[in-house]
């Protein structure tokens, strides 16, 4: 995973890796390919056979997650403005934005307040704070802040005084402990 920060008018071409490409808008608006992305846009490239064209007209800062594709991957392409909300828990809303085999690629934003309990997780986690603050079990994270929880881990607990905008690409479904 990797932030890319685009100055307006930039361009430059991502050579062709065979990997799974995620695209993620944070801010401002990109063209990835023949697609115009706008803030909270994602996009899905299950292998890039050819180098894709990135471009930014008035600048735009992305989240790129490059991973081995997974057999079946199909492009998928979610706007923002189409894209629900679904309630996941007391003050928790998510946004699902792709899945495959128990693994997510997510939004997820909180009430100020709103907690997680105790949970594990059965593949790593990668979480990348966007707006507010969270306490990570005694780990306080901030916008741009990013956190791995690999396989195998847990977190005590997860808290927000501030509600939170964050990424999170890992287990669809947390392993809830007692």
């Not at 996941?88 to 997680?116: C, F, K, N, S, W």
Request: proline share 7%; hydrophobic share 45%.
């Amino acid at each position: 995973s990797r932030l890319v920060e685009m100055a307006p008018g930039a361009c430059w071409a991502l050579a062709a890796a065979g990997l799974q490409r995620e695209w993620l808008v944070l801010q401002g608006e990109a063209r990835v390919g023949t697609q115009l992305l706008q803030a909270q846009d994602f996009l899905l490239e299950p292998g890039a056979a050819a180098p894709t064209p990135v471009s930014s007209t008035g600048g735009a800062l992305l989240l790129l997650r490059e991973a081995p594709p997974q057999p079946g991957a199909q492009a998928q392409l979610q706007r923002a403005a189409d894209a629900p909300w679904a309630t996941y828990g007391p003050g928790i809303e998510r946004r699902v934005m792709a899945q495959h085999d128990g693994l997510a690629a997510m939004l997820y934003r909180t009430a100020p307040g709103a907690a997680v309990p105790h949970h594990g997780h059965h593949h790593d986690e990668e979480c990348l704070m966007l707006a507010g603050d969270l306490f990570l079990d005694e780990v306080l994270l901030r916008p741009l802040d990013y956190q791995l929880a690999p396989a195998g881990t847990e977190h005590g607990g997860v808290f927000t005084d501030t509600g939170v905008l964050l990424y999170a690409h890992g287990d669809i479904d947390l392993d809830l402990r007692a």
